[in-house]
């Protein structure tokens, strides 16, 4: 079985600090992971995916996500956010030949 | 190249009513995917077909047909809206076999059911 969970269903921070949104996972299978992020009325977007390569993943617009086997973790963050931040993320699994499980979302509020 | 395309992008139902939400994707994808969207619980998946000629159920199936029409098509039938289906709904597909390819969504379809 796999799952995800996100540990925060709100997270504001103030524009120019940095950005923490945090992701545990649980998968019987060696993982893929993915965060995806959707702004208001919009469809989905991958923002970067982990792939057994490289533990630290750099995805678009200066996010990037650590993978950490240890604590089942693939917390997202971002050095300073800005407005166009403001969206939901979400953290998704994936193992072979099944489908992907996603998490409950993480609303960002970026405060001027 | 279009990506994953969805019809239509809103759609008002009443209860008892019935309609099909269409989904086309131009990437040569074998697999697709189903989910709905409701506040405060992500994406859940309603069905989804691994490659032509197959569909199986995902965690909430249960008001939903699916139909694999072909490798580049995929529909969703509601028989007999509820409003407990009133939701965005999300096409979606990829590679399969592959978990490293990454899902490419569909703009989605608001749906309410009065």
């Known amino acids: 079985a796999q799952s995800v969970t996100q540990l925060d269903s709100h997270v504001s921070v103030s524009e120019g600090t940095p950005v923490l949104l945090r992701c545990n996972y649980s998968s019987s299978y060696s993982p893929s992971l993915f965060w995806y992020v959707q702004h208001p009325n919009k469809g989905l977007q991958l923002l970067l995916k982990y792939t057994s390569a490289a533990t630290l993943v750099k995805g678009i617009n200066g996010f990037e996500a650590e993978f950490k086997k240890s604590e089942t973790s693939f917390h997202l963050t971002k050095p300073s956010a800005h407005m166009s931040d403001a969206a939901e993320y979400f953290c998704v699994v994936s193992s072979p030949f099944r489908d992907m499980r996603f998490g409950a979302g993480t609303r960002l509020t970026v405060k001027p | 190249n279009a990506g994953v395309t969805q019809t239509p992008k809103f759609q008002v139902l009443k209860t008892g009513q019935s309609m099909t939400l269409q989904c086309a994707q131009d990437?040569?994808?074998?697999?697709m995917y189903w989910y709905r969207q409701d506040p405060g619980m992500g994406l859940r998946l309603i069905y989804y077909?691994?490659?032509?000629?197959?569909?199986d159920k995902g965690e909430v199936p249960n008001g939903y047909n699916v139909s694999r029409l072909n490798k580049r098509e995929f529909s969703l039938r509601l028989e007999s809206a509820a409003p407990s289906q009133t939701s965005v709904y999300f096409c979606?597909?990829?590679?399969?076999?592959?978990?490293?390819?990454?899902?490419?969504f569909g703009p989605g379809t608001r749906l309410t059911v009065t």
């Open positions: 979606a597909s990829r590679t399969y076999g592959t978990p490293t390819y990454e899902q490419y």
């Open positions: 990437m040569n994808h074998n697999s």
């Open positions: 077909s691994a490659s032509e000629g197959t569909t």
